[in-house]
């Protein structure tokens, strides 16, 4: 099961950090991932961590968004600096139970409920 947190409002510019707890099963062997949804787009890939170690991130975040994960806390969590307009959207994490990650949300087995991410000017 996974929880995700830390939507909110934030202006252009701001930064806000979100955290998706992950519950059963064995968190250190799942790949995880952020996802993230505009109004009226498909669902795309924001930044992944993988079990098996290394990060990857969509080019659209590179630079302003840092995936990190805490083995103790069974979270990972996504920050966000730099923020823009476009980044509004509802971000979702997944997980699969993998080494590996792929940026295909079909691969991923496990999702949280999404949290709204507003960015105003």
């Known amino acids: 099961q996974l929880q995700a947190s830390g939507g909110g409002l934030v202006q252009v510019g701001g930064s806000l950090r979100l955290s998706c707890a992950a519950s059963g099963g064995t968190f250190s062997s799942n790949s995880m991932a952020w996802f993230r949804q505009a109004p009226g787009k498909e669902r795309e890939f924001v930044a992944g961590?993988?079990?098996?170690?290394?990060?990857a991130y969509a080019d659209s975040v590179k630079c302003r968004f840092t995936i990190s994960r805490d083995g103790a806390k069974n979270t990972v969590y996504l920050q966000m600096n730099s923020l823009k307009l476009e980044d509004t959207a509802v971000y979702y994490c997944?997980?699969?139970?993998?080494?590996?990650?792929?940026?295909?949300?079909?691969?991923?087995?496990?999702w949280g409920q999404g949290t709204l991410v507003t960015v105003s000017s």
């Open positions: 997944a997980a699969r139970t993998t080494r590996w990650g792929t940026m295909r949300q079909y691969d991923y087995t496990y």
């Open positions: 961590s993988w079990s098996g170690g290394g990060t």
